[in-house]
């Protein structure tokens, strides 16, 4: 087992996203329509009779199983750039991830980063934000990240604000990645440096809760080109605690 095979063993999607009764400019559904180009999440566009403008809606079949008004995906994802997350100018209190990107569960994405892409890349971010925004506010469990070079933590302002928040938890954080830096010895985190394939093209934010009743979450992806991932997330609680178990045993 290893972390490719949690990815390849993630079933092909049933879901599609829907853009109800579009009024806003085409600059806007050009980027959402973007965001999902070539992936396994079919977009289409409907003018629906008795409902709302600008609503975005989550199918599985033909069930709608969650929505979101196009704002929302705007303020999230549409118009953001991911150097707020780097910088730490987009904080983690006005993080809000919409219902119909949040029912993406157990979807396997093949995303581009920058230059190739402006926002594929972004959902992966928005979810890993997401999960450690679960890691603080469920004090307690155990909360594991990898960063590919553990230097991106003292690099990137936003990241390290981020852990350094974790660090003074009661979350039991671990970080993986080239040990390329150290930690001071405040920052109370546990490293994990090595220079074997995972530990150099893995994306993975993996949250335990303590508390069994919490939510679980995990978010596994690889680098299979340059600035090209292959991944997924779940908040299936025996998946989650799978892949814990796996990093925990072999990283």
Same mark, same amino acid.
């Given at each position: &087992?290893?972390?490719? $095979?949690?990815?390849?063993? !993630?079933?092909? %999607?049933?879901?599609? *996203?829907?853009?109800?009764?579009? $009024?806003?400019?085409?600059? =806007?559904?050009? &980027? ?22 600008? &609503? ?40 809000? &991830? ?26 992966? =971010? ?34 390290? %604000? ?8 009661? !979350?039991? !954080? ?18 994990? #440096? #090595? ?14 809760? $303590?508390? #069994?009743? %919490?939510?679980?979450?995990? *978010? ?22 799978? =892949? ?8």
């Amino acid at each position: &087992m290893n972390l490719r $095979e949690f990815i390849e063993t !993630t079933e092909s %999607s049933s879901l599609s *996203l829907v853009l109800v009764n579009y $009024e806003a400019p085409d600059p =806007i559904r050009t &980027m959402f329509e973007d965001l999902f180009a070539d992936q396994p999440v079919d977009v289409d566009e409907r003018e629906l009779e008795r409902e709302a403008t600008n &609503m975005v809606y989550l199918l599985d079949g033909q069930e709608v199983v969650a929505s979101s008004t196009l704002a929302e995906l705007r303020d999230a994802i549409l118009l953001i750039n991911s150097d707020l997350y780097v910088t730490g100018s987009g904080g983690m209190k006005n993080l809000e &991830m919409p219902a119909v990107i949040d029912g993406l569960t157990d979807t396997r994405f093949n995303l581009r980063g920058y230059p190739e892409s402006n926002k594929e890349k972004l959902l992966l =971010i928005t979810v890993s934000r997401y999960i450690e925004r679960l890691a603080l506010e469920h004090e307690g469990g155990r909360h594991r990240a990898s960063f590919q070079r553990l230097s991106r933590i003292d690099d990137e302002q936003g990241t390290r %604000s981020v852990y350094e928040r974790l660090a003074n938890s009661d !979350t039991d !954080t671990h970080v993986y990645g080239v040990p390329d830096w150290q930690p001071e010895p405040e920052f109370d985190v546990t490293m994990h #440096g #090595g220079w074997s394939e995972e530990f150099q093209d893995a994306w993975f934010v993996v949250y335990v809760p $303590e508390d #069994g009743t %919490s939510p679980h979450a995990a *978010l596994v992806a690889v680098e299979t080109g340059p600035r090209r991932w292959d991944g997924f997330w779940t908040y299936d609680e025996e998946r989650v605690v799978a =892949i814990n178990k796996y990093v925990q045993r072999n990283l």
